[in-house]
């Protein structure tokens, strides 16, 4: 048997979610046979309702010999070249390097770097907690480089999932340097579809679709005309947006040789996320409404050692 007090980061998730984070590495059947038979207890009664809604202080107890997951379970890894734009007790936003992924289950990874600080500096403490996880809001790919945004608790995890979707609350801007200026400005619509053959994403100006999931918006600003940089704000999020678009247009993103990228300029990509901007936000982030951060990355000495070279 296993017993758990609900705390702040547990709230607001149903009972069954709960037990599925932490029993992680127990089969589901196990997990909703425990409900089919009683053997979950929320303060002291059986409840096979998977839809409860836990608050901060319920009292759950699971009735089987099945361990919970270890949560001090965690290699620490070095962190030493971790790069922390801002902090406070709610976020952490970092400027990641190329190369670096955000998770991976093998390798060290951004998400990896972010908790080995945490716990290293008693800023997390792993069995304090049942369910939750610092986690990133938000991905980049491994090759670009710039601005990760981390929830330190649940509260502020929700709120800035929500936020992202938003696009009113959070906006994401993108420094692109690309193989010339063809790329047009302004705003831009397609849809993005994925080609099975080709391993890539491909955008597309087809008005027909519907499906919403398939969507794209950017708007781009082109910054140095000279040296081809626009500046990307992103509307909708979808996997290689981005690169996608400036790929229909004809105008790679330097070193993109997924996307068709001809010239090669010393390995670095052309892809920055450059900066964030807080806004309208109503509930406990609402500090953070007007803060801008911006990454430390940019092109200046690539270009400059790269123009008529």
């Known amino acids: 048997m296993a017993k758990f007090t609900a705390t702040s980061n547990d709230t607001g998730q149903t009972l069954v979610k709960f037990v599925k984070k932490v029993y992680r590495n127990t089969n589901l059947s196990i997990i909703y ?23 901060e202080n319920d009292f759950i107890e699971v009735f089987d010999s099945e361990l919970p997951i270890d949560r001090n379970k965690f290699n620490l890894v070095d962190f030493s070249s971790l790069k922390i ?13 190329q190369g670096l992924e955000v998770h991976s289950p093998v390798k060290v990874s951004l998400d990896s770097m972010v908790r080995s600080y945490l716990i290293s500096s008693n800023k997390f403490i792993p069995d304090n907690e049942n369910s939750y996880v610092i986690s990133h809001v938000h991905r980049i790919d491994k090759l670009t480089k710039g601005i990760v945004i981390y929830a330190k608790n649940k509260a502020t995890h929700s709120s800035l999932i929500e936020a992202i979707k938003d ?19 302004g705003n831009i619509k397609g849809q993005l579809n994925y080609s099975d053959l080709d391993k890539r ?63 090669q300029y010393h390995g670095t990509f052309g892809l920055i996320a450059s900066c964030i901007e807080f806004l309208n936000f109503d509930d406990h982030l609402s500090y953070l409404n007007g803060l801008i951060i911006q990454s430390n990355y940019n092109f200046n000495d690539k270009i400059n050692n790269n123009i008529g070279g």
């Open 33 to 55: 046979k425990w409900f089919r038979k009683g053997k979950i207890k929320v303060n002291y009664k059986k409840q096979k309702d998977l839809k409860y809604i836990i608050s």
């Open 85 to 97: 734009l801002y902090e406070d007790e709610n976020i952490l936003v970092t400027d990641k390097e």
């Open 167 to 185: 696009k009113e609350k959070i906006k994401k801007y993108y420094l692109v340097w690309a193989e010339n200026s063809l790329a047009p400005i």
């Open 201 to 263: 994403m491909f955008f597309s100006q087809d008005k027909k679709t519907k499906d919403r999931t398939k969507q794209v918006e950017q708007i781009h600003e082109l910054i140095s005309e000279k040296n081809n940089i626009y500046r990307v704000q992103i509307l909708t999020g979808r996997k290689h947006q981005i690169r996608a678009v400036f790929s229909y247009f004809k105008c790679p993103i330097v070193n993109d040789n997924k996307y068709k990228a001809k010239k």
